[in-house]
């Protein structure tokens, strides 16, 4: 495996342990999006983070369009812990086309 992929999983890896969200009692519920996209909400077993994964299974762009605010995110932003980037969420809704086979894990919570 080359050294960035490794470097690149051993992150994800770190992500898993460090977010709440992930820990394995954590409540878990699938989100309808489109059929194109699974989707997992999952939160912390105190309610204080939140993890949604939105991950296109197919070969075409899918353009997303999802109140965060209803899912209990209150960030006028979320990061996504794969790309470690700032994503835009304009009155609470997220607006976001997805890439052929895109994987988010959208999170308002900050990551150390």
Do not use: C
């Not at 690149?8 to 989100?31: C, G, M, N, S």
């Amino acid at each position: 495996m080359p050294e960035s992929h490794y470097s690149r999983y051993i992150d994800l890896l770190e992500q898993r342990v460090v977010q709440p969200a992930f820990h394995p009692a954590a409540d878990q519920q699938v989100v309808h999006v489109d059929n194109r996209v699974f989707s997992v909400l999952r939160e912390s077993r105190d309610g204080t983070s939140r993890v949604l994964s939105l991950i296109n299974v197919s070969e075409q762009q899918v353009p997303v369009r999802l109140s965060l605010a209803d899912l209990g995110f209150a960030a006028h932003q979320v990061e996504d812990l794969v790309s470690k980037q700032a994503i835009a969420v304009d009155d609470g809704t997220l607006r976001k086309t997805l890439a052929p086979y895109q994987v988010l894990w959208l999170s308002d919570r900050k990551t150390t």
